[in-house]
């Protein structure tokens, strides 16, 4: 340690390692055409701050005896605030940002320096050719699926059963055994 107290590492110097230090915080995001989905993934976070600017997006929390802070992040391209949102639960922190424009963003933060910190929601994401990308998938709502569709056919009917072998299989019309 040098005279002031803190550590020199290759003639650096940099802050004594100590609990309730700041450290960066990650983000995982997803895209839509009109919308970007952030996740913070950080378990029993508490004193969360989300502030969402047209143009930056800044995160605090603290998680066990530690903070973890995103200060000023650059968006790509702008949002807008009053139609974003932002929850927590015990699990992580997630907002829901809405584009100004409706485009593809190469990235989410335009300083490289946030690099490191941003990665990709692969659970969420979408390209840009993909179908629901756009918006909803043509004949699946929120809840639908294809055979809750009145629509939908499997054409299970047109299937030739005569070489099914049966023979083994408990006769239907049969009393059930107790």
């Known amino acids: 340690p040098d005279t ?6 290759n003639g650096r110097r940099s802050g004594r390692a100590r609990t309730g230090m700041t450290h960066n915080a990650s983000v995982i995001w997803a895209q839509r055409a009109d919308t970007l989905y952030l996740t913070f993934e950080y ?12 143009k ?26 009053s139609e974003s949102k932002w929850f927590k639960n ?12 409706a485009e593809w963003w190469d990235t989410l933060a335009s300083d490289r320096s946030f690099k490191p910190f ?8 979408l390209e840009e050719e993909d179908p629901g990308y756009h918006g909803k998938v043509e004949g699946l709502g929120a809840y639908d699926a294809p055979w809750q569709d009145d629509e939908y056919d499997s054409d299970d009917e047109d299937l030739p059963l005569d070489d099914l072998d049966i023979s083994g299989m408990p006769d239907p019309a049969a009393p059930a055994a107790d």
């Open 4 to 9: 002031n107290g803190q550590q020199v590492h």
């Open 56 to 81: 930056s997006l800044s995160f605090s929390a603290k998680v066990g005896d530690k903070t973890v802070a995103m200060s000023n992040m650059p968006l790509f391209a702008n949002i807008v605030p």
């Open 90 to 101: 015990d699990r992580c922190i997630q907002a829901v940002l809405r584009k100004s424009e």
């Open 43 to 54: 378990l029993n976070a508490s004193d969360v701050s989300v502030d969402i600017g047209e």
């Open 118 to 125: 941003v990665k990709a929601d692969w659970s969420r994401w």
